[in-house]
């Protein structure tokens, strides 16, 4: 995107040529069915074959325990419907978090406007970090699952999933996480966690959008969402999408060889931005935790600005960021996040989410703190908002 910055990485991120590279035999030349039975579907079937073997390894799991998905939101929504429907002959209560994504709060809604199930929303702290003994407290002999995410989308908080994942194991309940955020960036071993579901996104990794999976530990309760066809051993029905798939694996497999170094470039590049920004713009807010969150991730509130006016303005500019969720933008409801954190209205709504990537240089950050200065300075000039303190 010529010389334009683009720092919503926690939206989507860029296809890698690498990734693409991995793809093009299956977008174009083999393009047979890999359930088919001659030779060049025998070849995207092994190809589905050794994505699924470096998925699995790369997260630490077994290959038969992996189902691809069409995106992170079906995989959130294979999991929690799954696992409540296939249970709820044992009990029909589940545990979440106020600051899931909407592709697992809106799921278990649902469960519990149709299908008689119960929920309890357990609450963060003003960094968004759960509290566990409100989870312990939740959690009830009908309970049938607990999903918590692993990293939050907007303001990138780490939560402590290997703890919530001991107190599950030992009550026997499954437990899902969304680690659609994490997958790439923070080592996940599901052989050391007992996690029972995992969903990751291929887009989020520098893989092509469209394309997700699960991982779905053996022996837990299953009732597939989508059926048909005999695909993914039963438990999801579609002809597999080769190439997505294909791509996602190479994605992922180069996320971990770098994963180290991203990390630090990211965090190097991050860590600018929390000391520039509130140094060059007074009345700045950090949101999320300073330690406890993603490399990549960072979340501010600007007193007196308005959130959209302050993104079509950087955008007018060449930088291209976000105010919240990428789904929630557009709208000018505080997001969910930030009000759970106990962050004010008036606050909340001049919110600002960078997320740095792995193009991304000290030079451009240097560009967009300029920037971003000179931006919430006019704004504040031009419109004082009621609220501003
Ligand atoms: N979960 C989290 C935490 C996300 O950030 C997202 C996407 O923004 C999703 C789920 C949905 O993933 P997808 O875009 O692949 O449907």
Redesign the pocket.
Known sequence: MNNSIYLDH??TTPLRPEVLQAMEPFLAGNFANPSSIYRPAQEARSALDRARDVIAGALGAKPQEMIFTG???EA?NAAIKGVALASRDRGRHIVTCAIE?H?VLHPIEELVERFGFQSTIVPVDEYGLLDLAALRAAVRDDTVLVSV?WAN?EIGTVQPVAEIAALTKARGIPFHV?A??AAGTLAIDLADVPIDLL?I?A??FYGPKGV?ALFVRSGTPWWPLITGGGQERNRRAGTENVAGIVGMARALELRMWERLSAYEHARTLRDFLFEQIPARIPGTRINGHRDLRLPHNANFSFEGVHGESLLVALDVAGIMASSG???ASGSTEPSHVLQALGVPNAVAQGSLRLTVGRDNTQEQMERAVEVLAGIVGRLRRLSPVAGRA
């Open positions: 926690a939206a995106s992170g939101t959130n994504h592709a995410m989308n969304d659609v955020q969903s996104s887009h989020k997700g969720s990428a789904c």
